[in-house]
């Protein structure tokens, strides 16, 4: 089993579309010769999906992280799937966009400097896009470039003015998802330095379970295989602590939901982005492309459970996707 793990997971892009082809091909089959199924049962389909996984193991762990690799068990809608790749650093570069809101507090702007070294010291191949969540629209500062220089230099401080606030934080955050598109399929993450509040449909539908922008993201997120790395900073409009925290939690859902994670300190402003920034390195340098043969043709929200044997450490994974 893992010497058929390894060599599917050096499979090609072409070589994963072969062997979907040939997975369609032998299911349909099957069902010409009438295998396990009545005659007028209809023709289950088969897709590949491609979900973003992160181990976190601890720093004591004495067993190799490719062991854990290869005992990994993909289950969707509670029935296991047939895993056919498994990229990680060394095979498939990363595409990061990241995301600033606009009207954060000033002392945001002596963290410019942190996140430009943060983007400079990414892999070779990895390509990045520089956005602002600002008043009306995502302004891009740089589409996704493999110029990790140019990427970096084409960060500016934010405006730290209500001039700059966001309509809706997650409704540009979900343009910005949606450029995923055109990249190619493989690592995707989004850096993203938000307060999380949208107040845009009125108070009652902001918190993280009704905010409507909130999970239109999500779904974007999960369906590109888009994990979101969220920091919370607060805004200059302020709010009382209720608001604060909700925005918090808007965060954390959006991160936990797509296969990402969530950082603040308190509900002021984090005295310095440093300790966040290694830990979001870290978790990208053990973040893999995880392909699997899904089974599930019909339309809706399609859970996804990712297990192995582990006696300690996290595996990180999106909670699902909507087809």
């Not at 050096?10 to 199924?37: D, I």
């Not at 402003?269 to 300790?275: E, I, V």
């Amino acid at each position: 089993m893992r010497r058929r793990f390894r060599k599917l997971a050096a499979a090609s892009p072409a070589a994963l579309t072969a062997l979907l082809v040939c997975a369609c091909a032998a299911t349909a089959a099957a069902q010409k010769r009438g295998e396990g199924a009545g005659r007028n049962e209809l023709r289950r389909d088969v897709r590949a999906v491609t979900i973003p996984v992160t181990l976190r193991l601890p720093e004591r762990a004495q067993q190799p992280e490719v062991s854990y690799l290869e005992d990994l068990q993909v289950f969707e809608d509670g029935e296991r799937q047939e895993i056919l790749a498994m990229r990680g650093a060394g095979r498939s570069p990363l595409t990061l966009a990241v995301l600033i809101q606009d009207d954060l507090v000033s002392s945001l702007s002596n963290e410019i400097r942190g996140i430009a070294g943060f983007v400079r010291k990414l892999p070779p191949g990895s390509r990045v896009m520089v956005g602002y969540l600002s008043s009306g629209s995502l302004r891009v500062r740089q589409k996704f470039t493999g110029d990790l220089e140019r990427a970096a230099k084409s960060l500016r401080i934010p405006l730290s003015s209500t001039a700059g606030t966001p309509y809706n934080p997650f409704a540009l955050t979900r343009d910005a998802v949606k450029r995923f598109e055109s990249q190619p399929v493989g690592r995707r993450a989004v850096l993203l330095l938000s307060d999380g509040i949208d107040i845009s449909r009125g108070f009652n539908n902001s918190s993280p379970a009704n905010s409507v922008d909130l999970q239109r993201t999500i779904n974007e997120a999960q369906r590109l295989g888009v994990a979101v790395h969220a920091i919370y900073a607060p805004s200059v409009g302020g709010g009382d602590t209720t608001l604060l925290t909700t925005g918090q939690g808007a965060l954390s859902r959006l991160a936990e939901e797509t296969g990402g994670r969530a950082f603040y300190h308190g509900t002021a402003a984090p005295l310095s982005l440093d300790h966040f920034l290694r830990e979001v390195d870290a978790l990208l340098s053990r973040q893999f492309a995880l392909t699997y043969l899904s089974t599930h043709p019909d339309k809706g929200f399609h859970k996804v459970r990712v297990v192995a044997g582990m006696a300690e450490g996290e595996i990180i994974h999106p909670k699902g996707y909507t087809r």
